[in-house]
Structure formats: C-alpha cells, structure tokens
C-alpha cells in the first residue's frame, strides 16, 4: 500500500468530521478572498497596507461557518499562524472546541 493511500486512511478515520469540514472552508475562503481582494486592490490602485487590508476584508466576507464552528475556527487560524510546527492547527483545533465547551458551561452557571 502506498504512502499517500495510509496518510488517506488514517486522515478519514481519526480527524473528526468537522475538523475537515472547518479546514476546507477556511482553505476556500482564504483562497477565493486573497484573489478577489487582490483584483480589487489592482482596480482601485491601492498601497500596500489598504491592499493587505482589502485582502483580509474579502477573506473574511467570504469565509461562511456557522457559529458554534466559530471558537475551533479561531483555533486553527491562531495554532497555524502563531505555533509554526506539525501538527499546530490540529491543536488550535482542539484548544478552541475546549474553550467553546467551556463558555456553555460557564454561561449556563451564570444564568442560574
């Protein structure tokens, strides 16, 4: 069995569902918006830092999650950007589920 095919299997069976769904939205979104912000920014003759920012602003409109994926979203962005090694979006991934479980517990205590 080849390399690939192993990394495949194992990937289907022990990456939860949404994880993968989470990681190909930001992966089109962050695709589609970084090339749409950039066709504006050339239309519009912007500078460098209103590029970057049109860019991120296309990112962002076109990044479509739902709510409860939001905190795991954050995660994933912060442990690939801000934990450079293998691995680091997994663990983004999973501190922001945990701090997503722990704000519906602690907002349910609140609420009394």
Do not use: H
Request: aromatic residues 10%; positive net charge; contains cysteine.
């Amino acid at each position: 069995m080849s390399i690939p095919k192993v990394l495949n299997k194992f990937y289907q069976r022990y990456v939860p569902d949404d994880l993968r769904r989470i990681k190909s939205g930001l992966s089109k979104a962050t695709t589609f918006g970084w090339e749409a912000g950039k066709r504006c920014a050339k239309i519009n003759n912007k500078n460098l830092a209103t590029d970057i920012y049109s860019r991120g602003k296309s990112i962002a409109r076109n990044l479509d999650l739902p709510k409860e994926d939001f905190m795991p979203a954050i995660g994933i962005v912060l442990g690939t950007a801000f934990i450079p090694m293998i691995g680091g979006s997994v663990i983004g991934y999973f501190l922001g589920r945990g701090t997503r479980k722990i704000t519906k517990i602690l907002s349910k205590i609140t609420k009394f």
